[in-house]
């Protein structure tokens, strides 16, 4: 996986409760990709369940999710750890970003293929956090919430861990209207991420600006769900996350210069997950209309003065 190294990979031998990766010494400073194909081994519809350290309280998690089944699309918050959905006799392949944030809070987004090799294909993606500090993470146990020998045999489960260089790792220390990395030589085959945990003062944007352009050269798309309310728009701006008064965002946007040499960013968040019952979940995409050679420059811009306060942490990777 580019920019990142296997740390364990599991093939379930029989029908288990759990699937579990073990001292693993995981910071702030790091974060990690869990890849799992997950087979069903019960007759009924089952939640696939992320726990971290053997924490296993229901009450300790919040997540956020948006569906797709058929033409249907529906969403909702619950106080529980999912990270995917499995069918009886079906499989869940899915994907999640894990993550430690600046405050010690493990994070994850998760985005699942659900009945994979099936004609009753379905989308979950879900934002998941956990509420008490946790650091560092020496264990995650891979479950399901009926518990007995749910994951199926078959079921395979991998653990990977960021080995990409770090180009920029910046923590706030006042508060700010404008964070910039500059020195930047991101051409048309790279590919960079920028992981962002932010602490707002206020109901902001914060946008992602390469070389300096402020202009309206650029529109985002996006797709919301906060409880059961989704909600869809297109704007004429770019922006990687929202911050809410005195509550933290997480996002991860996938940055790259297309061939043609437009400007794209993908970011997936949670927001006010230091507040988890009101934590929503949102995919920003957004595209450059102008053309550019290269990327000198990014600027992480809140769109009211002094909006990103201190304590807010931005790390700039480089997949390739």
């Known amino acids: ?41 019960v007759v009924s519809i089952r939640e696939i369940l992320l726990y971290v350290n053997d924490d296993d309280v229901q009450s300790n998690y919040f997540r956020q999710s948006i569906n797709a089944k058929s033409t249907v699309i529906a969403s909702d918050r619950a106080n529980y750890s999912s990270i995917g959905l499995v069918y009886p006799g079906k499989m869940c392949v899915l994907r999640a970003n894990v993550k430690l944030t600046a405050t010690g809070k493990l994070v994850a987004l998760s985005q699942a293929t659900v009945n994979a090799g099936s004609s009753d294909i379905l989308i979950n993606n879900y934002g998941m956090a956990h509420s008490p500090s946790t650091s560092p993470i020496i264990s995650l146990s891979v479950r399901t919430d009926v518990g007995v020998n749910a994951i199926g045999i078959g079921s395979r489960l991998q653990l990977y861990k960021r080995v990409a260089e770090v180009i920029a790792d910046i923590t706030v220390a006042s508060n700010t209207t404008k964070v910039d990395i500059s020195g930047l030589t991101i051409g048309k085959t790279n590919e960079y991420r920028l992981i962002s945990d932010i602490l707002a003062n206020d109901y902001i944007n914060i946008g992602l600006h390469p070389n300096d352009d402020f202009s309206n050269n650029f529109y985002r798309q996006e797709l919301n769900a906060n409880g059961a309310v989704i909600s869809a728009n297109r704007f004429n701006s770019t922006q990687i996350s929202y911050g809410f008064p005195n509550q933290r965002s997480f996002a991860i ?21 230091t507040l988890p019952s009101s934590m929503y979940l949102s995919k920003l995409y957004t595209t450059s209309t102008n053309a550019m050679t290269s990327i000198n420059k990014l600027s992480i ?8 306060k201190a304590g807010s942490r931005f790390q700039l990777i480089k997949l390739k």
Do not use: H, P
Request: aromatic share 8%; proline share 0%; hydrophobic share 45%.
């Open 1 to 41: 996986m580019l920019g990142y190294e296997l740390v364990e990979d599991i093939i379930v031998s029989a029908n288990t409760d759990r699937v579990d990766f073990s001292n693993i010494a995981i910071t702030e400073d790091d974060d990690l990709i869990l890849v799992c194909e997950v087979v069903s081994g």
């Open 301 to 308: 811009v809140a769109e009211l003065s002094s909006g990103i």
């Open 253 to 273: 946007s996938d940055i790259k210069l297309t061939n043609s040499g437009f400007f794209i960013c993908i970011s997936n968040g949670i927001y006010q997950y």
